[in-house]
């Protein structure tokens, strides 16, 4: 049995982010895209008893369970309980250090510094991040993403249920995900 971590007090903004998420709806669509393409998602924000979150995001396809992306990273909270920075590993070659704030059960994130491995298929040149707590308790997602083909342009548009009573992507049985 798991042992309740203590939630760092510069985290009480993000309290409503704390978590297991999984997505109702999620679609990925790029101008360089032939058609918008919808994924199946597990998102965590988890704490650890720092003034941060661990964060992990499993993306896969709707029909054959394949992975399509993953990202890991953490969300940093500062003193001031609004200001934040995410940093992210993606599986395709990208590194991210983003800046933004919290307020109103809103996240808002731009890049601060993008790194890219030299032999990654894809160059991207800026990201911005919204997720917010929607009336109904549900999480909605906007990600935009500008690349040196493309200005900067909606990419990925997902909403995410609140998964009750199931323990960390890392920990428990993956067939409730991949089913």
Not at 31 to 37: L, N, R, S
Not at 38 to 59: A, C, I, K
Not at 143 to 166: D, F, R, S
């Amino acid at each position: 049995m798991s042992q309740r971590v203590k939630v760092h007090e510069v985290l009480s903004n993000v309290m409503w982010l704390i978590g297991t998420w999984k997505s109702v709806h999620a679609e990925v669509k790029y101008p360089t895209m032939k058609a918008p393409v919808n994924f199946v998602e597990r998102l965590e924000f988890l704490s650890s008893g720092q003034p941060l979150l661990n964060y992990l995001s499993e993306t896969r396809h709707p029909q054959n369970k394949s992975v399509m992306h993953l990202e890991r990273g953490f969300l940093r909270v500062d003193d001031d309980k609004c200001t934040v920075a995410f940093l992210t590993a993606q599986n395709f070659g990208l590194s991210t250090l983003e800046e933004g704030y919290v307020k109103d059960n809103n996240l808002v994130l731009s890049t601060a510094c993008i790194g890219i491995m030299k032999f990654a298929q894809q160059s991207v040149l800026a990201l911005h991040r919204r997720y917010r707590l929607n009336e109904e308790g549900k999480l909605e997602y906007c990600l935009m993403m500008e690349t040196p083909q493309t200005p900067l342009t909606k990419h990925v548009v997902a909403e995410y249920e609140k998964v009750e009573g199931e323990g960390p992507i890392m920990e428990h049985d993956r067939k409730t995900f991949i089913n």
